[in-house]
């Protein structure tokens, strides 16, 4: 199956400081990304949808100046969690969608935010 | 109603015994529909794909009901590497969007 990998897998920052995660596609083109928290016993929650070129897209309730996702190529997302706050701690995954193939989604592994 | 709503559990089975789970969702415009297991602090995999006639993959048999808008997942001689979360995943009509249940836990005992 298509991978997709998640970089770093997990960090620990102070509060007020700015991290950012990569996700990408390895052996495919994405055109779409998403990204997802997920607090702990939670189910995945969807952040944003991230279109290849253009601005993602937020759910109702995620602010966009704090999450910063930028998908400048068609195998690389980020998001960026700026002046991260204790409750943002989650873990965090993104997903991709193989270009123009199937609705299928394939999760990278996650990243573990701790912030203290 | 939630737009996609699974029990919990933990359903609690004993090795080599059959175990069943459904998922309802809410909007009768979702048109895919999906099973994805996710170990303890792993990302999510998906386990199978449900199609309206039905989808087997050895021991799982996923199933679709749209009339009563649920979709099944039946696992059969259950072994101890099933033990895991089930997560019922829908899109969300015609939009992108994927929906995720909260999923239900299973384990299976020795």
């Known amino acids: 199956g298509a991978v997709v990998s998640q970089h770093p897998s997990w960090v620990i920052c102070k509060s007020g400081t700015s991290v950012k995660i990569e996700c990408r596609s390895l052996?495919?083109?994405?055109?779409?990304m998403f990204w997802y928290r997920q607090f702990p016993k939670q189910s995945l929650m969807l952040m944003a949808t991230?279109?290849?070129?253009?601005?993602?897209?937020?759910e109702q309730g995620v602010e966009k100046d704090k999450f910063l996702i930028n998908h400048a190529s068609l195998t690389l997302s980020t998001l960026t969690v700026t002046s991260a706050h204790p409750e943002d701690s989650s873990f965090y995954i993104c997903s991709a969608r193989e270009l123009a193939v199937t609705d299928t989604q394939y999760f990278g592994p996650g990243t573990r935010l701790t912030v203290l | 109603r939630k737009e996609v709503e699974q029990d919990p559990g933990p359903f609690n089975v004993p090795e080599g015994a059959t175990v069943a789970f459904n998922c309802t969702y809410s909007?009768?415009?979702?048109?895919?529909f999906f099973w994805y297991r996710q170990d303890c602090r792993k990302e999510p995999k998906l386990l199978m794909s449900?199609?309206?006639s039905g989808n087997e993959d050895g021991r799982f048999t996923a199933q679709l009901n749209r009339a009563s808008q649920y979709i099944s997942l039946l696992i059969r001689d259950s072994k101890l590497s099933d033990s895991a979360t089930y997560l019922c995943v829908v899109n969300k009509g015609r939009d992108d969007k994927i929906i995720f249940g909260k999923g239900t836990r299973l384990h299976i005992l020795p």
């Open positions: 052996d495919f083109q994405a055109t779409t």
């Open positions: 909007n009768s415009a979702s048109q895919s």
């Open positions: 449900v199609y309206s």
């Open positions: 991230s279109n290849e070129g253009s601005k993602a897209t937020y």
